[in-house]
DNA sequence: CATTCAGCTTGTATAATACAAGTATATAGT
DNA sequence: ACTATATACTTGTATTATACAAGCTGAATG
């Protein structure tokens, strides 16, 4: 069979996918739009990068995290240090501003899934959790 | 404690969010864009609905169910039906073409989870398939 | 040294959405 | 019955996130 998982997964999905994208864009949670907290969050945890090195990791275009890192860096919450052996390049680092906002925002965001989760049993969330990385993972792959 | 799987599934649905926004709009499986897709699946499996019904079943402003049944109905897939005690209001109904062409889409894209899923046992696509549903429900009563 | 390549920016286009204003019909209050 | 308000829908306009293409400047390579 195993048909009708698929079914209810591939119905499931693109419900989600146009629900997080009416969330995403036009409900902020906290200051940080979608792509700022996204940004911000790898650079936090990652360390600092170059555009082109965001873009492969996003699987964005180079100019759309051009543009976005443009505007963190006009904000205030990263600034660029040239790559002293590549005129060319250079690479984004976090404020103490950047990092503050985005730990903030990341409180939000978590007090909101809480939220959201509440009807959700402690394995339910483990679960879902796996698996959406799981399939952040072959999402990632596939691209 | 139940921090962890917050932190992962808040940080995961950012992630898959962007993603999913940027291959529902700039890849196409099958023929429907993501809204047309949805609007014929809702109307084929519900039965005809308005305007009004559809925007509110998708938590999605009038104007733009209005513009994407338009162009559901220019393209063949659609046909309005006005209703007899309001000459205000009509309601979608299914064509044949939009019913084959539902059809066909609806394989093109459960091929292609079957694809991204292929490493997915069959437990965990249940699981998925599941928790996904759960969350849309709670994504739903949460707007 | 000339040509090609790489990192980044800027210009332009598209798609999905929201909000606001407008039209026509229906409903309710007096 | 008449007027005011509400409802169903359409159309105009703006925003946002994205992609693709062209351009700039510096690096690498023949």
Redesign the interface.
């Given at each position: 069979m195993?048909?009708?998982?698929?079914?209810?997964?591939?119905?499931?999905?693109?419900?989600?996918?146009?629900?997080?994208?009416?969330?995403?864009?036009y409900k902020k949670y906290g200051i940080l739009d979608?792509?700022a907290?996204?940004l911000l969050?790898q650079i936090a945890s990652h360390g600092s990068a170059g555009v082109k090195a965001l873009a492969d990791e996003?699987?964005?275009d180079i100019s759309t995290i051009s543009r976005q890192a443009s505007a963190l860096e006009q904000k205030g919450y990263v600034y660029r240090v040239p790559d002293p052996l590549d005129g060319r390049a250079y690479t984004l680092q976090i404020t103490e501003l950047g990092a503050e906002t985005l730990k903030s925002d990341?409180d939000v965001?978590?007090d909101k899934?809480?939220?959201?989760?509440e009807?959700?049993s402690?394995e339910?969330?483990?679960?879902?959790?796996?698996?959406?990385?799981?399939?952040?993972d072959?999402?990632?792959r596939?691209?």
């Amino acid at each position: 069979m195993e048909r009708s998982p698929l079914e209810a997964i591939e119905l499931e999905m693109t419900i989600l996918s146009r629900r997080l994208t009416s969330i995403s864009t036009y409900k902020k949670y906290g200051i940080l739009d979608h792509s700022a907290y996204l940004l911000l969050h790898q650079i936090a945890s990652h360390g600092s990068a170059g555009v082109k090195a965001l873009a492969d990791e996003f699987h964005l275009d180079i100019s759309t995290i051009s543009r976005q890192a443009s505007a963190l860096e006009q904000k205030g919450y990263v600034y660029r240090v040239p790559d002293p052996l590549d005129g060319r390049a250079y690479t984004l680092q976090i404020t103490e501003l950047g990092a503050e906002t985005l730990k903030s925002d990341t409180d939000v965001r978590r007090d909101k899934f809480a939220q959201l989760l509440e009807d959700f049993s402690e394995e339910e969330r483990g679960q879902l959790g796996q698996l959406l990385r799981k399939l952040n993972d072959a999402v990632s792959r596939a691209m």
